[in-house]
């Protein structure tokens, strides 16, 4: 079973910057593309950013700049640094892959962006 461990959120001030972190196991993590999701209260999950297994990041338009995935397979951790936060970045971000056609998610790291 594939298991994705979310980590690194937090409470930070606009403008500020948070490393969210994703353990990953049970499964090849080298040979898959990860994703961030987020969902903000009364919203859609939202893509945000994703990697490719040659660690080519694509992002969403509106973190484009802000947010930088990336990731390290000899530790099957997958990061995303947010700098530059705003308050409508404030959400529970989700880790997530896909295997053999089955999404898998983690539990979700809370990330607040408030002064």
């Known amino acids: 079973q594939v298991q994705l461990v979310e980590s690194g959120g937090g409470l930070v001030q606009p403008g500020g910057s948070l490393r969210l972190s994703c353990a990953a196991s049970r499964f090849a993590f080298s040979r898959y593309v990860m994703n961030w999701y987020r969902q903000s209260p009364g919203k859609e999950r939202e893509w945000v950013a994703s990697v490719t297994i040659g660690s080519d990041g694509h992002y969403a338009d509106y973190v484009k700049g802000r947010f930088t995935i990336s990731r390290d397979n000899g530790k099957n951790t997958v990061h995303l640094q947010m700098n530059s936060l705003k308050p409508e970045d404030t959400a529970v971000y989700y880790c997530?892959?896909?295997?053999?056609?089955?999404?898998?998610w983690g539990q979700g790291t809370q990330v607040t962006v408030s002064s």
């Open positions: 997530n892959t896909r295997v053999l056609e089955v999404n898998y």
